[in-house]
């Protein structure tokens, strides 16, 4: 294929992708909208106003990266876990496999697809936290940077869930058992230097706590770990993880017999 | 000389479980030809037609598709290639222009260029009118046309059809023949199909592929397959009933029901004789018919041969 023609076919796979996540947009945009709206009344007015200050900001101010970032994530990796693997399941993948398009036009279009949705709702929960508090953003580039780079990590952690799972049990495993429980302990809703030292260390295993923290110092000017190596972290897992399910969609794992 | 629409050679194909679907096969299919790949269930064709079309990976062997050898240059060799696969493969909650458009957009054609196409075909295939309905509210006729459409959009060379008109009513059926012969008389598309109607791929095809046990037993045009064809077996209807099946000789005859009498008649044989005998016992013959077409049983005979070789070969080797 020629570069215009790669364009036209990675385009219409975006497209595609957006699409299908606008139509059913009460099942997409607007259950993670009212999820953080739960969660800025309930932890950022009610009993945030208890807590007091976090790191030298409101528990609100404080709060607000974390879940803007935890919902660009959950999102992002829901979208193209569920979407590529209904693909499958669907035997819709296969219109892709017997066209011309190479593979990584495929893993992008899902990959970009995906990172629309996760930055979609990342927009709309810091359009809904604006009601609760006067966000000021410390570091624009960083913050955009951050946020662009892990939704695009997690998508395609996403698409290598989907090219995996066997069942759509499969593809809800990883979101509820491993995600959500690192997201709550990435540093969402606290500073892990009130952690004693030994769960300090073993936070910093945590993948998504750079994120959180790198996400939040673009906001707020403050971050628990060295900014440089979080984004160094995150670039490395972006390259790994996209050459694996390259490698995976090469060889049709999980999509040829 | 002009390359091959479809050329294979020694393809094999040894699934994850140690199942032996192909054995080497070889078979090239001319450009221009309406060809019929036939075989009972799990024989292999859809494993042939999925390793051309990359949905199944090969253990061995050589694939080209105009000459361009798959393992080289795939991308350029799916140009010519379009596939209706045997199981609709598309989001049904799609709309029916929106799946055409996508296909074209995934072989890098643009909008402009997609959209008179697909109302070409849409149109041509009766399905205009329900282009903006959602996929899944279309009949599985509508819904096999649908993948017609999507397979025929970048304008193949070579169409893969794999059972396309299974569950598919006798009517419509018929339309679709129509349609697919006349993309190949009139636009030269080479056809591959599979099927298990074999009165299709005789009414279809010029040329035919038997595959049984993942080898190609045969290879040759439908023409001088049925020319091979020796035996006929012909369903008599009778006026009264009968207790047994009466003696002609010379002829095979057995009851099969009370009012109906099963002949078969060897090539060279007159059937004329058979209703004399009948008469002069003073049987009456209402109507006649094949019992089946008649590729379907040099098809038969062809599966049964292939079928008692091979259980006699695993004897062997189990007396080994």
């Known amino acids: 294929m020629n570069p215009t023609q790669i364009a036209i076919a990675l385009w219409t796979l975006v497209h595609k992708e957006v699409k299908r996540f606008t139509r059913i947009w009460p099942q997409t945009l607007l259950p993670p909208s009212i999820t953080m709206t739960m969660y800025f009344i309930i932890f950022g007015n009610l009993i945030g106003s208890r807590i007091g200050e976090m790191d030298g900001y409101s528990y609100m101010d404080f709060i607000v990266p974390g879940l803007i970032m935890m919902a660009v994530i959950t999102n992002t990796y829901s979208n193209v876990a569920s979407s590529f693997f209904s693909n499958k399941f669907q035997r819709s993948i296969e219109e892709m496999m017997v066209s011309p398009m190479p593979n990584w036009v495929i893993l992008t279009g899902f990959v970009l697809g995906g990172m629309a949705r996760g930055l979609g709702v990342g927009l709309i929960v810091t359009g809904v936290s604006l009601f609760f508090t006067r966000l000021e953003v410390a570091h624009p580039f960083l913050t955009v940077f951050v946020v662009v780079l892990t939704a695009a990590l997690f998508a395609i952690g996403g698409f290598i869930n989907a090219l995996l799972g066997k069942k759509f049990d499969d593809i809800s495993i990883v979101p509820t058992f491993v995600l959500t429980p690192l997201t709550y302990l990435g540093g969402v809703f606290y500073s892990i230097s009130l952690l004693p030292a030994f769960w300090q260390g073993v936070s910093m295993l945590n993948p998504i706590l750079y994120m959180v923290n790198v996400f939040r110092y673009g906001f707020l000017g403050v971050s628990d770990i060295p900014v440089g190596w979080a984004l160094a972290a995150i670039l490395a897992f972006i390259t790994v993880l996209f050459a694996v399910a390259l490698w995976m969609l090469e060889h049709g794992k999980g999509i040829r017999s | ?284 013959v209402m109507s006649m018919r094949n019992r089946a077409n008649r590729l379907e049983e040099m098809f038969v005979s062809m599966v049964e041969q292939g079928n008692s070789d091979k259980a006699a070969a695993e004897a062997a080797e189990a007396r080994a």
């Open chain 2, 1 to 284: 000389m002009a390359e091959p629409a479809l050329s294979i050679r020694g393809l094999t194909k040894v699934y994850g479980n140690g199942f032996h679907a192909l054995k080497g096969i070889d078979l090239d299919v001319a450009e221009g030809d309406f060809y019929a790949l036939l075989g009972p269930n799990g024989a292999g064709k859809s494993t042939t037609l999925g390793v051309v079309c990359s949905l199944v990976q090969k253990t061995a062997g050589q694939v080209s598709i105009f000459g361009i050898d798959i393992d080289r240059d795939f991308a350029r060799a799916k140009y010519h290639l379009g596939v209706v696969p045997q199981e609709f493969n598309f989001n049904q909650f799609e709309k029916v222009i929106d799946i055409v458009l996508a296909q074209a957009g995934y072989y890098g054609m643009s909008r402009r260029e997609a959209l008179p196409r697909a109302e070409e075909l849409l149109r041509d295939l009766g399905l205009w009118d329900k282009r903006n309905g959602s996929a899944r509210m279309l009949s599985g006729g509508m819904k096999r046309r649908l993948m017609i459409a999507r397979a025929l959009m970048h304008r193949p060379r070579l169409l893969i059809l794999d059972e396309p008109t299974a569950g598919v009513d006798i009517e419509l059926r018929r339309s679709m023949w129509e349609y697919m012969r006349r993309i190949n008389r009139d636009e030269g598309t080479t056809i591959i199909l599979t099927t298990h109607y074999l009165e299709e791929a005789e009414s279809l095809c010029r040329n035919v592929g038997i595959i049984n046990h993942g080898e190609i037993i045969r290879n040759t045009s439908v023409r001088d397959l049925l020319a091979e064809l020796d035996t006929e077996t012909f369903l008599l209807d009778l006026a009264h009933p009968i207790e047994a099946a009466p003696e002609v000789a010379g002829f095979e005859v057995s009851r099969v029901d009370a009012a109906q009498l099963a002949v078969v008649v060897h090539r060279g044989q007159r059937l004329n004789d058979v209703f004399e005998a009948l008469s002069a016992q003073g049987l009456e």
